[in-house]
């Protein structure tokens, strides 16, 4: 991700993207032990979001836990845990091998 355009800016210069990728690495920066993360890649195009997941994954990868909110199916493949809720109830569970990388996801945005 490229920080230079971002740097020297505020937050009301930047773009949705550019914000919530600032918001991810202000996120991951500490290597926290529990990362919450609400649609880390709602506003970011395919090859950012990819490489936000990736990040996640390190972060997954040296012992975090982490607690995912999103609506794309490509990325909630990405983890080793899914939990589907529809009206609030549990819907699905299911477990999986967790993807080494994003890399493996389409390069192109769904639009949705």
Known sequence: MA???VWGHYPSQL????QQRVAVARAIVGKPLILLADE???NL??????????LMNELHDEGATICMVTHDPRYSAVAGRAVQLFDGQVVDETEAEREASAEHLVETDHGG
């Not at 773009?15 to 550019?18: E, F, M």
């Not at 195009?45 to 990736?54: C, R, Y």
Request: cysteine-free; charged content about 20%.
């Open 45 to 54: 195009d395919s090859k950012n979001g990819n490489a936000v997941m990736d």
């Open 15 to 18: 773009s949705g993207g550019q």
């Open 3 to 5: 920080w230079r355009t």
């Open 40 to 42: 880390p890649t709602g």
